[in-house]
């Protein structure tokens, strides 16, 4: 069964802090992706990478970076965490074919800023 | 700019019929999805329509009109597992997703 694994499913964190959310996929996919979920807003892309070592900025990557040194892990992480990064973190994976790909998603990382 | 737009949520009853409506407004076109999203999990695909016209996967449906930017999920015979969340999202010309902010569905006996 295809899966995407988010190893952390509750974070609670204090200001300045430094998070690391980690997202592993068994499906040897290309594409992965990072998501922030919020209420009353679309999913808004943070990072996404289409191969090994690759990245490249979504539409809300400030406060962001993300690593990727192995096809099935991509890493978001939060180099100094604020109370507005308290969200729900998905990621997702999808296979390298051109068009639109359909995305399978982590079951999500709520995090708190405190 | 690039819109979706879809109702915040719908109450529909058991065993009934309800249409979930999704518009919108994207720098070209090429195709739009349907997730579903129960609380606390992850979205997981429905449905993918690129042509006009109406697809039908056993309870639930999906119609696209290109022409108006307008898109629909049908969900029959309502079961209580169908509560959840309805993700629009579409896809635009450079092939990157533009997210509806989701129909919460809630179903009552």
């Known amino acids: 069964d295809v899966k995407v694994t988010q190893s952390s499913r509750y974070l609670v964190k204090r200001t300045g802090e430094k998070v690391f959310l980690e997202c592993v996929q068994d499906?040897?996919?290309?594409?992965m992706f990072w998501y922030r979920q919020d209420p009353g807003l679309g999913l808004r892309l943070i990072y996404f990478?289409?191969?090994?070592?690759?990245?490249e900025k979504g539409d809300i990557p400030e406060g962001y970076s993300v690593s990727r040194e192995k096809k099935e892990r991509f890493s978001l992480i939060l180099e100094s965490a604020s109370t507005n990064q308290t969200s729900m973190y998905l990621c997702?994976?999808?296979?390298?074919?051109?068009?639109?790909?359909?995305?399978?998603f982590g079951a999500g990382s709520r995090l708190t800023v405190l | 700019g690039q819109n979706i737009d879809q109702p915040t949520e719908m109450t529909a009853t058991e065993g009934a019929i309800v249409q979930i409506n999704c518009t919108y407004q994207?720098?070209?076109?090429?195709?739009l999805f349907w997730y579903q999203q129960h609380a606390g999990e992850a979205p997981t695909f429905l449905s993918y329509?690129?042509l006009d016209g109406l697809e039908e996967k056993g309870r639930f449906s999906s119609f696209l009109s290109r022409s108006k930017g307008y898109s629909y999920l049908l969900l029959k015979e309502l079961q209580m597992k169908d509560s959840a969340s309805y993700l629009c999202?579409?896809?635009?010309?450079?092939?990157?997703?533009?997210w509806g902010a989701g129909t919460k569905l809630i179903i009552k006996p």
């Open positions: 499906m040897d996919h290309e594409n």
């Open positions: 997702a994976s999808s296979p390298p074919e051109a068009g639109a790909n359909v995305l399978t």
């Open positions: 329509n690129v």
């Open positions: 999202a579409a896809v635009d010309s450079n092939y990157q997703l533009i």
């Open positions: 990478s289409y191969d090994v070592k690759m990245k």
């Open positions: 994207t720098s070209g076109f090429n195709g």
